[in-house]
């Protein structure tokens, strides 16, 4: 929201500094994004009055001799400009001078002679024809006679100002005005609001058969609708400081009557709309929902194809304006125009900002109803524009008016609060006086009767919604937030924080991780079908069975992921394209499993451990090793099945993992055909070696247990060496397994050494051999004990798999 | 036998300097000190010596005996003490050779500044509670006093799975689950993610919010500050300092917007703070009497406050990041910066 200073004051008399303002301004909760300087740094840039002009003989060149008062009677400047003359008030930039933007002057020679600064044009001086009059002529900027040398140009043009650029919060769209700012810093400071004119008189003239209405279904996105006629219109040009405060806030002056309208919609916060009465073909104005297909051509030549949820201005047969958005290129005000109809009209927010959004067409006009309007700037801003109207002599006021209303109270919102009330909420005492100052100060009435007070808030104030707290924030605010004196939950009882077990649990997890060497990552949550495309899930995989996002940003991030690892696989090719040839990762965090598509439920949001390693000197084994430690912290036994279904796993380097037999995650080496379409350079590409993981923490976590403490076994432990010669295919869990299930008293079976020599191969055979530990529970284990357990051990081993002594 | 004794003495200091090594020493035993010996054959020639002299000579050669054998061992203890010195000489390694690697990872810099923001409130008496990232309207939206048309949904971009379901937008519908379930006194920190359509250099449609939530009886804007301060004091620094200054959220009312003075600088300007002295950390203010009602709580019996602090945000400035991306691209190089 764009307020310059000089306009501000217009309605209240302002004794800061726009660097006092704005101090003010931010902390009574608007803040100033932006304060613009208008002299964007200009210095000794002064009136100077051309005494002398000589043309410089073989040159374009204008030797002049300025009056600068103050600065100089008899200075030498030279000037290209051609309009130059004797008497020229002009704007002169001295010896080391500066121009907005910044850049310098000095005395130099030009042609051989001596120039003691610049003359300058208009646009040297950053104006306009709106800002100044005259500023686009080609050449000096001819001023005025009346101006005196040697003052300063920016008191001359104008520049002297501030334009103060305003965050609005959502809740203040009383405040999108040069008014509504004007009556905050009244109200801060103290002074009277001056209210801009809005008495008009109207003729007796009547426009013959002109009838508005709102079409009855459609009030609730149209519940005020203000039309007024206006004839005689005098196509002219605004008056200086209309187009002056226009072109400050970034508008170009167009024609009277157009520029009433904008400068309306500036100053009160009103959006509001005129009509060339003659091209409405009936006399009459509908407003009513769009039919399905209906078509308007808009004020800037664009054609839109309607919906049923756009709100427009008809002329009870076609649309003529886009209702909140932008007039109908059929009802443009032109020059010819010599009646018209003006509309101030309060439209749903919702309803402006689907038309707007809907249709790409975002407006000066469609924002300001996104933040909304109140039915008393519809009323306060009519009156102005009719005002404005008589003032500037560019028509006249037609007693044939309507005001379709769907019925809201005229009145400010009435409640009771009390004034000890709103001290509880701030925790201090603000003294009764200021209290009741404040809130006159904001306009609000006030009745009071001891602690009670009964409140009406001003008519532009929506946002006042349930009392007590509304008014605490409003004292507050003006009586200063450093007057809140931090109190550390002086009252609030004692409450037992921090982790549960749960999040305890999930903590160490991560803390684990970071043991075996992984680093953690974030990721985000969502990514494209491509991703999974490029993880060789086939198109039945439940991993596809995914939330879908109604409007993502773009289609990479438009599902929410139900598996990890392509997130992972992700950051793993974007470290290894960034030379980091070599790491450990994991992310944990939430995968979002749909209970039915298409949704109609929150979806279940699961945990999951996604891992990668990667690296020359990974393998299968060391990644296997950092899952049992993983797991061995929570005493939980891990087995193995070979996963050859997994789908970016190769298929004969990869595990389940199962806990008391449930399959709760799997890892294995990164599927060559998935390898070999990652997008790497192609010598990166011939040794990838990465192994990759997901763990379904849910799963995982419901196996454990509660640990009990067991008094350390007093009876040694025995360990005896078993060398086998078995088929090369048997595997190594499968003889582990046996030698557990064939003796209680063994604790740990552990394989030191596989051996296979030319004679073994050519039978099939390897050698494996083990180190068995016998832990006794309740006798010590004699040598007999140990014996017999390796006797049916090695039976067991021979009879079920075929393994014979080495 | 005197001189014998002065011989025999003076011949062993001679052997001593010539002993470097235990088989040396065993050699020089052997000839001086064994039931052969030297020592051992003086003790023989005593009974040549005349009867009446016998006892004196004998206390002599005893005596000579005794310190042959004291020497002896402080002999045997020298050469130990030699030999362990050149074992150890032998074993001595080079000990800047590489070390056998054990690599331990570390927590993302979210997650580290997540647990110090925990830490913090925890001590508070702050439970946590984490929420679902998929919500419904109801609670994002309509329960948070933040109806179908209301403004602030312009300030949401909003990712929507259905018309009803969503991303949600902020951790605040975690307020609504906590006091759902829960009644006074509820302290509660709400973690987590939260998305917006919003992608930029100082946006990620993906980030982490914090909500912090008390609801008690007569809790203030007062204890708002109070505890907010503790927080930016433990976060920050001691000597750190809030400002409060006037904002808008539809789910407090007063609400604000929370600055820290400027740790850098102290407050008096830096790139920073841009020359301000503070630096905006988090929004928060007093449970909207409509929210409470919403939860089945009285508002004239119990006020609350609430905020809500991005934890990228205090990330960044806590490490000295600046920009935002570089937390979501998971360079190792970067992850491998950051501690407690």
């Known amino acids: 929201m764009k307020a310059p200073f000089s306009w501000l004051k217009q309605y209240v008399d302002i004794d800061l500094t726009a660097q006092e303002l704005e101090g003010r301004l931010f902390s009574s909760g608007f803040e100033v ?5 208008l002299r964007g740094g200009m210095d000794r840039v002064v009136v100077g009055v051309v005494t002398e002009a000589v043309r410089q003989e073989g040159t374009h060149l204008h030797i002049c001799k300025v009056d600068a008062g103050e600065y100089g009677h008899d200075i030498q400047i030279s000037t290209g400009a051609p309009n130059v003359y004797v008497g020229m008030h002009t704007a002169a930039a001295l010896d080391n001078s500066v121009l907005p933007g910044g850049i310098r002057i000095k005395a130099r020679k030009l042609q051989g002679v001596d120039s003691y600064g610049m003359l300058c044009s208009g646009e040297e001086l950053g104006l306009n024809e709106d800002l100044y009059p005259g500023s686009e002529v080609y050449g000096l900027l001819d001023l005025p006679k009346d101006t005196v040398p040697g003052t300063d140009i920016a008191e001359v043009v104008g520049l002297n100002d501030y334009i103060f650029d305003i965050s609005v919060t959502a809740n203040r769209p009383d405040c999108q005005s040069i008014l509504g700012i004007a009556r905050e810093v009244a109200a801060l400071l103290g002074k009277p609001l001056r209210m801009p004119a809005t008495d008009y008189v109207e003729t007796d003239y009547e426009f013959p058969g002109m009838d508005i209405d709102v079409a009855e279904a459609d009030r609730d996105v149209c519940p005020r609708y203000l039309g007024h006629g206006v004839h005689n219109i005098v196509y002219k040009q605004s008056p200086r400081w209309m ?35 003659s091209m409405i073909k009936t006399g009459k104005v509908l407003v009513r929902r769009a039919k399905d297909g209906e078509k308007i051509q808009t004020l800037d030549g664009k054609e839109f194809t309607l919906k049923t949820n756009n709100l427009v201005i008809t002329d009870g047969e076609e649309p003529i304006a886009l209702a909140g958005v932008m007039g109908g290129l059929s009802s443009e005000i032109t020059e010819n125009t010599t009646e018209l109809l003006f509309e101030a009209a309060k439209f749903a927010r919702d309803s402006v900002r689907h038309t707007a959004r809907g249709l790409g067409q975002n407006t000066d006009s469609s924002a300001r109803y996104e933040k909304g309007v109140s039915e008393y700037t519809v009323e306060l801003a009519m009156a102005r524009a009719l005002h404005l109207i008589n003032e500037l002599d560019c028509g006249e006021i037609s007693k044939t008016s ?28 603000v003294p009764e006086e200021t209290v009741l100052d404040i809130l006159k100060r904001l306009s609000f009435e006030v009745e009071q009767d001891g602690d009670l007070l009964k409140v009406v808030a001003p008519r532009y104030r929506e946002d006042i919604e349930i009392g007590e707290p509304d008014l605490a924030e409003e004292v507050i605010r003006e009586y200063g937030y450093e007057h809140i004196v931090p109190t550390f939950l002086k009252d609030a009882r004692v409450t037992g924080g921090g982790l549960n077990p749960d999040q305890n649990r999930r903590a160490k997890v991560k803390q684990l991780m970071c043991a075996a060497g992984f680093y953690e990552i974030s990721t985000l949550a969502f990514y494209a079908d491509a991703d999974l495309d490029e993880l060789n899930f086939p198109a039945d995989a439940k991993e596809r069975q995914v939330i879908r996002l109604m409007n993502p940003i773009t289609e990479k991030l438009a599902i929410m992921r139900r598996v990890l690892a392509p997130s992972v696989l992700r950051v793993v090719v974007d470290n290894l394209k960034k030379g980091n040839n070599e790491g450990r990762i994991f992310e944990f965090n939430k995968v979002f499993i749909p209970k039915q598509l298409p949704v109609t439920e929150l979806p279940d949001e699961v945990q999951h451990i996604g891992f990668a390693a990667f690296g020359p000197d990974e393998d299968f084994f060391a990644v296997k090793g950092a899952v049992e430690a993983l797991a061995g912290a929570f005493d939980l036994n891990v087995e193995y099945e070979r996963a050859e279904d997994v789908a970016y796993l190769h298929p004969g380097i990869a595990a389940y993992i199962l806990i008391d037999g449930e399959r709760v995650g799997y890892f294995g080496k990164l599927a060559n055909k998935v390898a070999a379409g990652l997008k790497l350079p192609k010598d990166s590409k011939a040794n990838l070696n990465i192994y990759m993981g997901e763990i379904d923490y849910a799963k995982f976590e419901s196996h454990i247990v509660p640990f009990r403490y067991k008094p350390v076994s007093e009876f040694p432990s025995v360990t005896r060496d078993l060398a086998l010669v078995v088929d090369e295919q048997l595997l190594c869990g499968d003889i582990v397994r046996e030698v557990k299930n064939a003796c209680k008293a063994v604790s740990e079976v552990e394989l030191f050494d596989l051996y296979r020599n030319p004679a073994m191969t050519a039978l099939g055979k390897k050698s494996m051999a083990f180190k068995i530990t016998f832990q006794p529970a309740d006798a010590a284990l004699s040598q007999e004990d140990v014996n017999r357990f390796v006797n049916k051990i090695v039976g067991n081993l021979k009879y079920k798999l075929g393994a014979e002594m080495r | 036998m005197e001189n014998k004794i002065k011989e025999l003495r003076q011949e062993i200091s001679q052997a001593f300097a010539n002993i470097h090594s235990k088989e040396e020493l065993a050699e020089f035993w052997q000839k001086y000190y064994s039931k052969n010996g030297r020592i051992a054959g003086l003790m023989k020639e005593l009974k040549n010596v005349p009867k009446e002299d016998r006892p004196t000579m004998g206390k002599v050669v005893n005596a000579f005996k005794s310190e042959a054998e004291q020497r002896y061992q402080e002999m045997k203890a020298k050469i130990e003490e030699i030999e362990l010195a050149e074992r150890d000489r032998k074993e001595a390694i080079d000990i800047t050779m590489p070390a056998k690697k054990n690599p331990v990872g570390r927590l993302h810099p979210i997650t580290l500044t997540r647990n110090a923001m925990i830490n913090v409130f925890a001590g508070m008496g702050f439970e946590i509670y984490e929420g679902y990232e998929i919500e419904d309207d109801d609670h994002n939206f309509t329960r948070l006093n933040v109806a179908k048309n209301h403004p602030a949904r312009d300030m949401q971009d909003t990712f929507y799975v259905t018309e009803d379901i969503l991303l949600r937008t902020h951790t605040s519908p975690g307020q609504i689950r906590v006091m759902d379930a829960e009644k006074p006194p509820i302290k509660v920190l709400v973690p987590g993610r939260t998305y917006r359509s919003d992608s930029d250099a100082t946006h990620s449609p993906m980030f982490s919010q914090m909500e912090g939530l008390v609801v008690d009886k007569h809790i203030t804007l007062c204890d708002l500050q109070g505890a907010l301060d503790e927080f930016c004091r433990k976060m920050f620094s001691e000597d750190v300092r809030t400002r409060l200054r006037p904002s808008y959220f539809p789910f407090t009312e007063p609400s604000v917007e929370v600055d820290v003075s400027c740790f ?21 203010g007093i449970v909207h009497h409509n929210v409470l009602k919403n939860c089945g709580i009285d508002p004239n019996e119990y006020s609350g406050f609430a905020f809500g602090i991005g934890i990228e945000r205090i990330a960044m400035l806590k490490y000295g990041i600046n920009n935002m ?13 950051f501690r407690d």
């Open chain 2, 325 to 337: 991306g570089l937390l979501f691209e998971n360079d190792l190089r970067f992850l491998s910066q």
């Open chain 2, 264 to 284: 850098e600088c102290g407050g008096k300007g830096c790139s920073l703070c841009k020359g301000t002295g503070w630096i905006e950390i988090l929004g928060g």
């Open chain 1, 243 to 277: 187009r002056r405060y226009l072109a400050l806030c970034g508008l170009r002056s167009i024609s009277a009557v157009v520029d009433i309208t904008n400068f309306v919609m500036l100053e009160i916060g009103q959006p509001m709309h005129a009509f060339d009465y």
């Open chain 1, 33 to 37: 994004e932006e304060l613009i300087d």
């Open chain 1, 402 to 429: 309507f005001d379709i209303s769907a019925g809201a109270p005229r009145e400010g919102k009435h409640f009771t609060a009390t004034l000890s009330g709103i001290n509880r909420i701030l925790g201090i005492e």
